[in-house]
C-alpha cells in the first residue's frame, strides 16, 4: 500500500485513503473503490496498532487470521504491478492528478 500512496498521494496531502480511490479508479476503472477503501483501512490497522504484528506472531498466525492480509496483500500488489505497468507503456516519468471543477450557465 505504501508504494500505491507514493504513485497516487503526493506528500503532504490530506484524505489520503478518498484520493487512492478516486485515483486508481481514474487509472484502472476495474477496480472496485470500495475493495480499495477496505485495503486502506488494512494498512491503516496495521500501522496505527489494532493489528498485533511482532515476534510473538509468526506469519503463518498472521495470514491465517480472520483479518484478511493475505487478500489484501495479493490486491495491493495487483494494483501497484498494473499501475507500473500502465505508467511504463506511457514513458510516463511521473503522474499528476488535477481535480478541476466546471460550471457551464447558459
Avoid at 65 to 89: C, N, Y
Wanted: aromatic share 8%; net charge neutral.
Amino acid at each position: 500500500v505504501i508504494g500505491l500512496e507514493s504513485i497516487y498521494a503526493a506528500k503532504n496531502e490530506k484524505g489520503i485513503a478518498e484520493r487512492l480511490k478516486k485515483r486508481i479508479s481514474l487509472l484502472i476503472p476495474s477496480v472496485d473503490e470500495q475493495r480499495i477503501k477496505e485495503l486502506y483501512k488494512m494498512r491503516s490497522k496495521v500501522v496505527h496498532g489494532e493489528v498485533k504484528l511482532g515476534i510473538s506472531f509468526s506469519i503463518d498466525e498472521v495470514l491465517e487470521s480472520d483479518e484478511g492480509f493475505e487478500q489484501s496483500g495479493v490486491f495491493a500488489t495487483a494494483i501497484l504491478l498494473s499501475s507500473i505497468r500502465k505508467l511504463v507503456a506511457q514513458n510516463a516519468t511521473s503522474i499528476k492528478f488535477v481535480e478541476k471543477t466546471e460550471f457551464s450557465f447558459e
